[in-house]
């Protein structure tokens, strides 16, 4: 799959600018504030149907500016593709393939897989389970709809039961018969999700763990571990049990909702006892592990963006990187970096076409 040319039209700080891109890396340098990983999120964009680094939409639009545009010509599997993003203010968002409006975002997801890398990731180590969630649901949904129409239908299930322990405990009532059929639904919706979320890093760790070798040189030793309520007990019967807890916090404790994963170097958490090199080594590992199942699930190389990709990596790590992605295994690449010079250095190494742009 390849994005063939890209436009923005009042998209963050381009008020116009076009892209016409090489089938295999392309290279966005500039200064710092100048938009390089503006241009990686558009192409997130498309892909996802919302920005990777600002969740509130309407701050995407240029300011000043009542709306903005994203237009993406994409090239798959011998068809064209034709994507296009845009978003009003005081409007809906708007996405179209091929001219016809999707009624559910949903439908939209896993048609143009991408991995994004970025200095953002780090969240994923350093913030809350909610994060580290995201990441394992973002993986299976690009490859499994029935996955995502669970996790939407959990949600909003959780999110009706909340509600009704709120309600109990202002009104100073309670009735089990309206816990037990939330119960059910939340049990046959989340025991499905964990089920798929088990045999997913089943299969990822190792993976992600042969992925950090390459990057450290088998130097050091890294555990992915997924923690869920679900290994000591069925969901219902932990949702029975811990009643009175969420009559008293109003909201429900236990759950897929509660699923964490553990991220370890040489058996200690890696957020307290990893270097920054080490930490950046085990998220780029982690993402080139989700390129690896995205691709073996849908057949289609996904689009990898590499966004401020040397920070905080000696040449080393970099090279042993660079290394990977000089494989054939890859398809298109996007790197952005402030330095044009150290970026062609590295990327005449990889022995493959590239365009660089200048901000």
């Given at each position: 799959m390849i994005l063939k040319s890209l436009s923005l039209l009042n998209y963050k700080n381009f008020d116009s600018k076009s892209f016409v891109f090489n089938d295999k890396i392309n290279c966005i340098v500039g200064n710092n504030g100048i938009g390089k990983t503006n241009v990686l999120?558009?192409?997130?964009?498309?892909?996802?149907?919302?920005?990777?680094?600002?969740?509130v939409a309407t701050?995407?639009?240029?300011?000043?500016?009542?709306?903005?545009?994203?237009?993406?010509?994409?090239?798959?599997?011998?068809?064209?593709?034709?994507?296009v993003?845009?978003?009003?203010?005081?409007?809906?968002?708007v996405i179209k393939r091929n001219g016809k409006i999707y009624d559910k975002f949903s439908d939209h997801i896993g048609l143009l897989p991408l991995v994004i890398i970025s200095p953002t990731d780090r969240d994923l180590?350093?913030?809350?389970?909610?994060?580290?969630?995201?990441f394992i649901d973002s993986v299976i949904s690009q490859s499994d709809k029935n996955y995502l129409s669970d996790l939407i239908k959990y949600t909003k299930v959780l999110a009706q039961r909340n509600a009704?322990?709120?309600?109990?405990?202002?009104?100073?009532?309670?009735n089990a018969d309206?816990?037990?059929?939330?119960?059910?639904?939340?049990?046959?919706?989340?025991?499905?999700?964990?089920e798929k979320r088990a045999a997913f890093l089943k299969a990822f760790i190792p993976v992600f763990k042969s992925r950090y070798k390459v990057i450290s040189n088998d130097?050091?030793?890294?555990?992915?571990?997924?923690?869920?309520?679900?290994?000591?007990?069925?969901?219902?019967?932990?949702?029975?049990?811990?009643?009175?807890k969420d009559k008293a916090l109003q909201y429900t404790n236990v759950g897929i909702h509660k699923d964490d994963l553990s991220f370890n170097i040489k058996e200690h958490p890696i957020k307290k006892f990893g270097s920054q090199g080490q930490q950046k080594s085990f998220l780029i590992a982690l993402k080139l592990a989700q390129f690896d199942f995205i691709k073996a699930q849908s057949g289609v190389n996904p689009i990898l963006l590499l966004d401020d990709i040397f920070d905080k990596l000696d040449e080393n790590r970099v090279a042993q990187i660079i290394?990977?992605?000089?494989?054939?295994?890859?398809?298109?690449?996007?790197?952005?970096?402030?330095?044009?010079?150290?970026?062609?250095?590295?990327?005449?190494?990889?022995?493959?076409?590239?365009?660089?742009?200048?901000?």
């Open positions: 999120d558009a192409i997130y964009h498309l892909s996802f149907g919302k920005s990777y680094f600002n969740p701050q995407n639009i240029k300011h000043d500016e009542d709306f903005f545009v994203i237009n993406g010509d994409y090239h798959k599997n011998d068809n064209t593709e034709k994507i993003v845009s978003l009003k203010r005081g409007q809906k968002k180590i350093i913030e809350g389970s909610d994060t580290r969630r995201k009704l322990l709120k309600y109990f405990a202002l009104n100073h009532t309670f309206t816990i037990d059929i939330y119960n059910n639904q939340l049990t046959d919706y989340g025991t499905r999700i964990f130097k050091e030793f890294v555990e992915l571990v997924y923690e869920s309520d679900l290994f000591d007990n069925d969901l219902n019967t932990l949702l029975q049990n811990n009643i009175n290394k990977l992605v000089n494989d054939e295994h890859f398809g298109q690449l996007f790197i952005s970096d402030t330095h044009a010079e150290r970026t062609e250095d590295v990327i005449k190494q990889v022995h493959q076409s590239y365009e660089m742009f200048r901000l």
